[in-house]
């Protein structure tokens, strides 16, 4: 989405809210995002080392808003998310369509699901280097049916990673993290629509930044390089910088309720065969507790 005044000022609006409710003190302060719940795509898209808790079972839903001003429909990832053990979790999630009738289309009038994605990751913790978190995990996506264009790439993903993250000892607000990852791209049945940069055949990508925790609000640097180089018939290469933050929104603002909400925002600056882009994104995400929802946890 290109960057126009309106969302430049809401933009800093919102982060103007929450660096105020960022030095509001209380017990808030235990819902810290986990790094789950930070990697909201499209504002922060690295894996980080640290998995769900043992047993715990997620209820995620997840709207793109940035497709009310950059799409006919909105897309909202609908899923699960399940500690195997202390160490390893699942996911599974589903991306649903609806249009919101902003633009073309009435609201509701077409609807389904676009995308299923299949998620693993393991925490091997520090054995390989001291001080540092590692993890190993796999992402799978798929697109389903035949949904509009605009709402997928109609690609089917694999996506192995490893990443590392390491938490600063006399600054523990501070952590910097890497990933590296392999994208091993299927053509499918489905018809789709690539984002402008995106490379669309397999890729190596590496990211890597730093993490600054600041209340409920988690400042995030992400720097991405991703090629073709080395897995393609062409030569690719995509780079990318993306600054933004992640609020834990308090519980006063979300009606009082067991769910956590989070609100991304994220600036991407990126130079690729589409040549340089700007956009803005806005994300909200809501993490149920399942097992508290159904009351055999208390």
Known sequence: MKITARWLVCGCLLWSMA??????????????????????????????????KKNALRLIVHPHLGDVTKRDHIRTALGFRYGLTQEWEASVEADAY??????????????????????????????????WETSVGLDWLKPLGQPPLDVTDG?????????????????PAWRVFTNLRYDDVTRTA???????????DDSLG?????????????????????TTRLTAAVNREVYSLKPGFVWVIPPKYTFGGRSKW????????????DGNDVALGAKLRVNFDFKRMFGSKK
Request: charged share 25%; aromatic share 10%; hydrophobic share 35%.
């Open 19 to 52: 660096r105020a409710a960022d030095d509001a003190p209380g017990p808030e302060e235990k819902t810290k995002a986990s790094d789950d719940d930070l990697r909201i795509r499209g504002v922060f898209d690295s894996a980080l080392p640290r998995t769900e």
């Open 98 to 131: 609806f249009t919101h009738g902003l633009k073309k289309g009435s609201f509701f009038d077409e609807k389904g699901f676009s995308t299923l994605h299949l998620g693993t990751k393991y925490n091997l913790g520090e054995r390989f280097i001291a001080g």
């Open 155 to 171: 690609l089917k993903h694999v996506l192995p990673f490893i990443s590392f993250s390491h938490q600063l000892e006399n600054h």
């Open 190 to 200: 489905t018809l789709g629509l690539l984002e402008k940069n995106e490379l669309g």
């Open 206 to 226: 590496l990211s890597g930044g730093v993490l600054y925790v600041r209340g409920l609000l988690t400042y995030t640097l992400e720097t991405t390089y991703a």
């Open 262 to 273: 989070l609100f991304g925002v994220a600036l991407r600056l990126s130079h690729g065969p």
